[in-house]
């Protein structure tokens, strides 16, 4: 059965990321996902009160837990830190775990009833495993306000900003549009996203990352 809860943004982002038919995470630049996810996690801290973060760092505001687990792990690893460091080493730490991070994210989402775990066979060997929506209800709510707020001049809920930012880096964003929405949305997508610091900083990780990786794979 599904819980009332809201979804976290890490969930309604994760979620976003399915593929619908194939149950399969869309494929995405690398390290896009793995930041993105970790970009959410600040991001939940910022909206309860528990961290903030301006040009320079990231600081905590107070250590309360939120009772959310996946989202107070980081805060206790902010405040262990004894340096005061910016948000993009912040998103590249927590950013580590990659996979083992998403999958406990899904895990969740199968286990609220919002996606069902299904085992699949590649060439009739190979083991893998997809998540298929149970009713599809959580993430067409998403896609929903995400259209709204896109086809409209109305100052959107940060919480809706954030998701914007965080789709718009990961280039999942415009895998949801068509060709002539994606020109006509471009400014607006990208208005919404610069309203927050902290998407501008994931932007920037994010290319950051990239350029390492591409660097690193001519120089070995």
Known sequence: MTSPTRLTLAEELVLI????????????????LEVAIAASLLMELELAGRVDSDEDKLFVISPSPTGVA???????EIVAESRQLPTSAWLRRLAS???????RIIGGLVDRG????VEKRLLWVFKTRVYPPISGIEESEVRSRIMTL????????TRDALLIGLLRAT????????????ERLRDRIDQIANLEGINRALSATISEL??????????P
């Open 114 to 117: 919002v996606l069902r775990s």
């Open 70 to 76: 996946i989202v107070d792990e980081p805060l206790e």
């Open 171 to 182: 280039g999942i964003m415009y895998r949801l549009l068509s060709s002539t929405e994606r």
């Open 150 to 157: 896109l086809n409209n001049d109305e100052i959107p809920d």
């Open 97 to 103: 775990p990659g996979p083992v991070l998403r999958e």
């Open 210 to 219: 990239l350029i390492e990786l591409t660097s690193a794979s001519f120089h």
């Open 17 to 32: 990321a399915l593929d619908d038919e194939s149950g399969s995470l869309l494929s995405l630049p690398p390290f896009s």
